[in-house]
């Protein structure tokens, strides 16, 4: 059976199951099997800047 190609969505999901450090072998290895590297770095990278930029408006809504 070919392998098909992750989603863009896939590769979100497989990002945020390891921002939270729960994931079952079984999916992934799965995820890495599916999920190509560029895919994983670019939307790792989106949601690191997302969360980051997310923390700065707090901090400075709370401190103004």
Do not use: C, N, Y
């Not at 190609?5 to 999901?13: D, F, H, I, N, V």
């Not at 190509?36 to 670019?42: D, F, G, N, R, S």
């Not at 700065?56 to 401190?63: A, D, F, G």
């Amino acid at each position: 059976m070919a392998e098909r190609p992750a989603s863009g969505l896939q590769a979100l999901k497989a990002v945020l199951w390891a921002f939270f450090g729960i994931r079952r072998s079984e999916g992934q290895k799965l995820d890495l099997a599916q999920v190509k590297l560029p895919q994983l770095i670019v939307v790792a990278l989106l949601l690191t800047a997302l969360f980051v930029g997310g923390l700065i408006v707090l901090v400075r809504h709370i401190t103004s």
